[in-house]
């Protein structure tokens, strides 16, 4: 099993910034990848980044540019950096990781910037 933790969401003006992190407990070293995804009112959940052990990331078409997704394997800590925060980007984020076949996620954070 793995539990996460996160934390670093709040209410944020459009163009600032917010550094959302997920903390891994638990059976860490079968984790293979850690992301982030989102789900804004009325949407479907959609992934923003995702990072593999090895260092590879994939961002959504959305926020690259933006948002930079970053791994300290030492801590199981997976980081994901926002900058120029549009209303948009409003929405729960929640971490997730993918270990030996299974999805783990976190709890949720609520990100807001209001238009």
């Known amino acids: 099993q793995v539990q996460l933790v996160e934390s670093g969401g709040g209410l944020v003006q459009a163009g600032g910034s917010l550094r959302l992190s997920c903390a891994a407990s638990g059976s860490t070293f079968s984790i293979n990848a850690m992301g982030w995804y989102r789900q804004a009112p009325g949407k479907q959940r959609e992934l923003v980044a995702r990072i593999t052990r090895g260092g590879s990331t994939n961002y959504a078409d959305s926020v690259k540019g933006r948002f930079t997704i970053s791994r300290d394997n030492a801590k199981n800590t997976v980081y994901l950096q926002m900058n120029s925060l549009k209303p948009e980007d409003t929405a729960v984020y929640s971490c997730?990781?993918?270990?030996?076949?299974?999805?783990?996620w976190g709890q949720g954070t609520q990100v807001t910037v209001p238009s």
């Open positions: 997730n990781a993918l270990g030996w076949g299974t999805d783990y």
